[in-house]
């Protein structure tokens, strides 16, 4: 048998030398590429390093933060990056060199230096913006107007996520009554598969981009925070130039994200998502509810307006039909009394005529009268000379029978008694014979 | 109002020019009364849009989701 040792020996050999030769701790630039904290505390990782410019792996080794370290350096780390420590993360951590004769090489993390990784992460965004700046496409989603109305929306989340079902919550019971419309597209949201699953779903999404007013995309509760993939080149140069108008929620608190950068709007969580999505439209449900109110007021004021105006109108219609109607009248009377007074002229005039004509009249027949009687005169004058008395006188006679003129002989017969009047008396005789003579 | 294509914007967008007018009060009676019927429309048609859920739409996110 030749001289030999056991696995012991030489691992017990191989710790002495390791010990020796890594007294102190050293400074340690590495990428995690596992993380895990275990049951009591302690926290199990694996630290690998690529080569330049390519994913392939060229060194691993396994480390150890004990737990009495960690739960110091577990709330330091978070509270200066706003990150968990996690896998695709560079390190600065301070190492002691450990081997164990059981478990092997293993590196004992004493410390860790978080502007390091802060640096790292922030170069990483840094370049990926600087290549969507030159490729003229960082604004493009910013671009997009917001919609007045996110009303139909796509969500890209996983479905488990208690992040989403927050989200849906707080949109669909919000306080205004507002109605949304979801519609999911679930993806993978961290870890090495979600650049492309998000790329998936936004592509499904496009198919009926029509029917969608925005994206919304959400990441949220689950312990670990690995935000790398929202980093991605790829992912943001997509989610730049895509033609809905994307919300991003991706749940972080401290640095933005490079989709945040290029998301047309970017809030810290998915219900601050939803709170977004809710005040947006509750803006335009205020509006609404003003315009309103100002359609209400202003048709109330301009039917008061109208209403006043009417009633002016009407009274100076009244007024003015009454003062028509009252010259009216006045006129009316005028004419009454003109015609009146032309009548009364008029009567006056004929009674005057009459008069006039009367006392003419009068004049005329009292001077005719005159005549008359002065006419009659005369010829009573003149008659008086033709009166029996005188005519008597004059030697004329005149024959009576029974008192009466005889006028004719043939009024008279033989044997009839006459009376002869005479200047002096009457005689008394019988007719003998009479004759009758023509003349 | 037509129903095909009912543009939310557009309807506030004219609720408001129609404010405007009657604000200036250069509108007569008749002018008036149409143009808050119509300003009365589109609000209840926007207003139908914010707060009650359309069926059509609803029946596409049905689709979409499976």
Sequence with gaps: MMDSITLLDLNLMVRNRLRKEFSDTIWLRAEVSECKENYSGHCYMELIQKRDGSDAICAKARATVWANVWSGLKPFFEKQTGTQLQPGQKVLVEVSVEFH????????????????????????????????????????????????????????????????????????????????????????????????????????????????DAVVIIRGGGATADLSCFD??????????????????????????????????????????????????AQEAFRLDSNSEKLNVTTQRLLEAYKQQLKVNSDRLRLNVRERIHGAELMVERRETEIRNQVNRLILKKNQWVEMQYSNLLYRSKSNLDQRKHKTEILEKTLAGFSPDILIKRGFSLTLHNGKIVKSVLDLSQGTEICTRLRDGLIYSTIDKTEIQND | MTEKKFSYNAAMQEVEEILASLEKNNLDVDDMSLKVKRATELLQACKQKLYQADAEIQAVFENVKI
Aim: hydrophobic share 40%; glycine share 6%.
């Design chain 1, 232 to 281: 991605r080149y790829d992912l943001c140069f997509y989610c730049a130039q895509y033609p809905l108008p994307i919300l991003s929620g991706i749940g972080h608190d401290r640095d933005s994200s490079v989709l945040d950068r290029v998301a047309n709007t970017s809030v810290k969580t998915p219900t601050a998502a939803a709170e977004y999505l809710v005040s947006s439209m």
């Design chain 1, 101 to 212: 004769e059981l478990y092997g090489y293993n590196l004992v993390i004493r410390n860790i230096d978080p502007t390091y990784t802060m640096g790292a992460l922030s170069i990483r965004r840094l370049e990926v913006i600087r290549q969507l700046t030159s490729d003229g496409v960082i604004d493009l989603n910013k671009e997009l107007v917001w919609p007045l109305l996110p009303q139909r929306l796509a969500i890209i989340s996983s479905p488990t996520a208690a992040g989403f079902g927050d989200f849906m919550d707080q949109l669909h019971h919000n306080d205004y009554g507002l109605v949304f419309y979801t519609a999911l597209f679930p993806a993978i949201m961290q870890g090495e598969d979600a650049e492309g699953s998000i790329i998936g779903a936004l592509n499904r999404i496009q198919d009926s981009a029509v029917d969608f």
